[in-house]
């Protein structure tokens, strides 16, 4: 069953206020919740166990830490996409690789230290497959998180 309790309801909410930079994190939200640190961990562990949450983290602001990144897109013949697909996956600086209707079908982010580091992996990228990687950098971001009525 997929159904979530309400407790579990509100753990999602208050992780999606964000996570204060504490010792214990999970014992300030318990504490607001009047649970146990350990309550919300299992809540967590048992959400991931039934698919409800893929994962739950930081969201880093790399331009804000000195890094660049940029959304990248490829056409990608049908009988090379897995193969594509897991050679671009690995690269250390990609977040999100996404396979999509119509043309380009793949897509990905990637992060990297500097536009150098950040050009030669998508040149290798593009001379390991013989495919033409579109790089499509950000110039300007209009939104930053999203939070769900749960």
């Known amino acids: ?81 897995e193969e594509v697909g897991q050679m671009v996956n690995s690269f250390h600086g990609v977040t999100h690789n996404y396979l999509r209707d119509g043309e380009p079908n793949l897509w990905f982010t990637m992060i990297e230290k500097n536009d150098a580091a950040l050009d030669n992996n998508l040149s290798q990228i593009n001379d390991r497959t013989g495919l033409e990687v579109i790089k499509l950098p950000a110039r300007k971001t209009y939104k930053i998180g999203v939070k769900f009525d749960i």
Do not use: F, W
């Open 1 to 81: 069953m997929n159904e979530m309790s309400i407790l579990e309801q509100k753990v999602l909410k208050e992780l999606q206020k964000g996570i204060e930079p504490v010792t214990h994190p999970y014992r300030t939200i318990a504490e607001k919740l009047n649970c146990t640190e350990n309550d919300i961990i299992k809540i967590l562990d048992d959400l991931m166990q039934r698919g409800l949450v893929r994962k739950y983290g930081a969201i880093i602001a790399p331009k804000k830490l000195g890094y660049v990144s940029t959304l990248a897109a490829m056409e990608v013949p049908e009988a090379k996409i």
